[in-house]
């Protein structure tokens, strides 16, 4: 497959992403330690409420990389500042205050590396921000927690400096801040934060809007390089996804959803694997190149409002919320192990 510009970007958001995802664990490492250091009973329950939500962000991470295809390794400057703070972190140098204070730090690198990812994903494409929206609850939550360090530092510092408590209205001015930014912002991009976990149609969902959106770019290209890329994506992403469903997810509902439905799944995989290993020996320049993406573009779009529709019912009628949870998380568990066979695989049209 020919590198483009694009997947040079590509690549470049998913290294941001891999940083995220290890900056993450130092926070909840951090915020564990915490835990154990503070003797104030408030800022111990603001420590714990903030290692729930971090706990709860490194699956969403998690599942934002699965989403987004592409897996790669922190940068080597990032896995060496994360071993340098977490050994300051554990030591004793620093005061609580002094620590507390570079886990601030920590936060804000977390919010601005989240926002350049989110405006990077604007330049490259519609799949991608697709692909990368569950990262707007994390980003929120990364900033309203800043928020709330800001308070836990005043108090920490003036306690440190005069051997008094300091002013509770601090307290109110950090709640005033979050308030005023969850009204501006909150309501938008954390309309699913209140469930521990997506569920198993929540996350086959987005991989049907995802892989809709890459067709209609590769559609809408004319340029031969733009079209192989998208198709490249287009390529993985329903290798990936097929295969973790008939893995995971069909074994599971065939016996409330039945056998003949179950195998129309099957068989309507094995025709889009077909299609794809057939166009993607095409050059995208040829005249059939788009006539045929259409052609999958229409077989895959009958099967995803089966899906949506039938297997979905099926699905909310005999599985409980827990267990669809449970499906998702061995769904994507199956699909990342599947991205990492793939990764090797040539997945681009012919050239």
């Known amino acids: 497959m020919v590198t483009t510009l694009d997947d040079t970007k590509r690549n470049a958001i998913g290294i941001k992403l891999a940083n995220m995802q290890l900056v993450q664990q130092l926070l909840i490492e951090n915020e564990q330690l915490f835990l ?6 408030e800022i111990s329950e603001r420590l714990r409420k903030m290692l729930e939500d971090d706990q709860k962000n490194q699956g969403v991470l998690e599942t934002t990389i699965i989403q987004y295809g592409i897996r790669k390794e922190p940068e080597s400057m990032v896995q060496e ?3 340098q703070v977490r050994e300051l972190m554990q030591g004793s140098e620093l005061s609580f205050y002094e620590k507390i204070f570079q886990h601030e730090l920590l936060k804000h690198q977390q919010v601005m590396c989240g926002v350049l990812v989110h405006k990077a994903a604007q330049k490259v494409g519609a799949d991608v921000m697709a692909a990368i929206s569950p990262l707007n609850t994390v980003n929120f939550e990364n900033r309203a927690h800043q928020e709330q360090i800001k308070g836990v530092l005043e108090v920490l510092g003036v306690r440190e400096l005069t051997g008094k408590d ?9 709640q005033d801040a979050i308030a005023a930014f969850s009204g501006a912002v909150g309501s938008a991009v954390t309309q699913t934060s209140d469930k521990k976990d997506m569920n198993i149609q929540d996350v086959i969902r987005m991989d049907h809007n995802k892989v809709n959106i890459l067709f209609t770019e590769l559609l809408q290209s004319n340029d031969p390089q733009k079209i192989q890329e998208y198709f490249g994506q287009a390529y993985k992403d329903l290798r990936s996804h097929t295969e973790a469903e008939q893995e995971v997810v069909y074994p599971r509902v065939r016996s409330f959803y039945g056998d003949s ?3 129309e799944l099957y068989d309507e995989h094995a ?3 077909r299609l794809l290993e057939e166009i993607r020996a095409i050059n995208p320049s040829a005249a059939e190149f788009k006539d045929r993406v259409r052609n999958l573009m229409d077989i895959v779009g009958d099967h995803i409002r089966q899906e949506e529709t039938t297997m979905f019912a099926a699905i909310r009628n005999n599985l409980s919320s827990e267990q669809t949870e449970q499906l998702a998380t061995q769904f994507k568990a199956a699909k990342s192990k599947i991205q990492e066979r793939l990764g090797g695989t040539k997945t681009g049209a012919n050239v």
Not at 36 to 41: E, G, I, L, M
Not at 166 to 174: C, K, L, P, S, Y
């Open 36 to 41: 154990r250091q503070s003797t104030d009973v």
């Open 81 to 83: 500042m994360c071993n």
């Open 166 to 174: 300091a002013d509770q209205g601090i307290w109110g001015r950090v």
């Open 261 to 263: 439905e179950t195998q």
């Open 271 to 273: 025709q889009i694997k």
